[in-house]
């Protein structure tokens, strides 16, 4: 959630549509064109994210979607949460259709909302004992929330007078869930420092079976890839781990790594040796990105990097929020130093597979491509960014509103415009419609609209005004 960041010392899609006739760049044919306001987000929805999240390039240069989105405006009907009932808002989430908006709130409660109408649809009064983190679908109908109290809840928006069924394992706060598509298992992480799996497979009103998958300490946030080959975890120590080739119904039993014990320090044995060596002889720079992988099985290696971080390359750093680019082509982090005087977004791209670049270095599969640095206003919590669902546009928490940032001017796709030096990512918009420090943004997966939450419990809505 976005309460402050624990001390070291604490353990606390349908399928794409075939291709349509071409129109002329930015400018839809007569038979496209909405004629009414309430038939705009139907046809944009069949113009970009009904032909599935991998948008082909070729077939449009979104000079439309870019218009749009420097358009948006706070929606007059903007949900508004009483602070005194529900207390800051840490978390957003849309269903996967988009017919829902859930709101995770700081004082043990979820609310559920229509985002188009902005009518409340109910609120699951005490859904936890303790704040509720995040919030993550399964489906169109089953969603998990998370929480302070150390559990995890099943939700089916069918039914929801009561819980599914509640989830024990965790020992501390739970932050954050994920889950598996092909496998259908449940993926949550707390700063206890351990990453569970829950095999919804065989659930029952009285849980599932679970079993702890990894545990590293200092653990901040965990994330897998959109194909779900890959974990990402991030650290309150600076450090970014990579679970490659992943396979989730492996126990690993690492314990925690020596190596989160020394900061930003060459780790200079085994395999890590080896690459060393190698980069040294083809003349690569490794003073900035210390990668180390270790072949726990032919599964789930493991990568931990030191992210570069600009402005922060003599200090240590505390990445607070992570997300994934909607194809699995980059990841997008919120850090802030740990004096918590200067706070940057970055995003670094994959090099393993990327679709148009060779890679830079060997060594490491993450690049750091784009960044900006953020307001740094209200320290100490925890502000989480997300990626549009054509991964084109980052929407970024910036002080009492947000702002919309873009890899170039055009709002160009990431591997169009990757540049041979990192540079600033471009500011599309900045909409301040808060009163009080935003911590979470969403956008909608089937309307052009994207919502945020502030530390006094207000929700805002934003759509493109005509």
Request: glycine share 6%; with cysteine.
């Amino acid at each position: 959630n976005s309460r402050d960041r624990p001390r070291d010392d604490i353990a606390p899609v349908d399928p794409p549509a075939s291709p349509k006739r071409a129109v002329s760049p930015g400018k839809p044919s007569p038979q496209q064109a909405p004629t009414t306001s309430g038939s705009v987000f139907s046809w944009l929805r069949s113009r970009t994210t009904g032909r599935g999240l991998f948008v082909d390039p070729a077939r449009d240069n979104y000079r439309t979607m870019t218009s749009l989105y420097r358009s948006m405006n706070p929606v007059v009907e903007s949900v508004n949460l009483s602070t005194q009932t529900h207390g800051a808002v840490f978390n957003l989430e849309y269903s996967p259709d988009g017919s829902v908006l859930t709101v995770a709130c700081e004082q043990t409660e979820v609310l559920l909302f229509d985002p188009i109408s902005s009518r409340h649809i109910k609120t699951l009064t005490e859904a936890h004992e303790d704040c509720v983190n995040n919030i993550r679908f399964l489906d169109n109908r089953l969603f998990a929330t998370c929480s302070d109290d150390t559990t995890i809840a099943l939700w089916d928006l069918r039914k929801l007078n009561s819980k599914v069924c509640s989830l024990h394992g965790h020992a501390s706060w739970v932050k954050n869930i994920e889950y598996d598509t092909n496998t259908r298992l449940l993926v949550t992480s707390g700063f206890d420092g351990n990453v569970i799996t829950w095999d919804t497979n065989r659930f029952t009103e009285d849980g599932c079976p679970h079993k702890k998958f990894f545990h590293t300490r200092y653990l901040m946030r965990m994330r897998l890839t959109p194909d779900c080959s890959k974990m990402l975890i991030s650290t309150s120590s600076g450090y970014l781990l990579i679970l490659h080739d992943l396979d989730l119904t492996q126990s690993l039993e690492v314990g925690s790594y020596r190596m989160l014990r020394a900061r930003r320090t060459p780790l200079t044995s085994g395999l890590s040796a080896s690459r060393s060596a190698s980069a040294a002889r083809q003349g690569n720079d490794s003073s900035k990105i210390h990668p180390h992988r270790e072949g726990l099985s032919p599964r789930n290696s493991l990568e931990v990097l030191t992210p570069e971080i600009p402005g922060e390359r003599d200090r240590g750093n505390c990445i607070t929020s992570l997300q994934l680019h909607p194809k699995g082509w980059a990841t997008l982090i919120r850090c802030s130093s740990n004096m918590d005087d200067q706070e940057w977004t970055c995003v670094y791209e994959f090099q393993e597979g990327a679709p148009t670049r060779p890679l830079v270095s060997p060594r490491c599969s993450l690049r750091l491509t784009h960044f900006i640095e953020e307001a740094n206003v209200g320290r100490g919590y925890i502000k989480e960014l997300c990626f549009s669902p054509d991964g084109r546009l980052i929407c970024s928490p910036y002080g009492y509103g947000v702002r919309l940032l873009a890899f170039d001017e055009r709002c160009g796709e990431l591997t169009d415009c990757l540049p041979v030096q990192t540079s600033c990512l471009r500011e599309v918009r900045s909409i301040y419609s808060h009163s009080d420090v935003v911590l979470t943004t969403k956008f909608s997966p089937t309307h052009c609209q994207l919502a945020s939450g502030c530390l006094s419990g207000r929700v805002a809505l934003y759509q493109p005004k005509f």
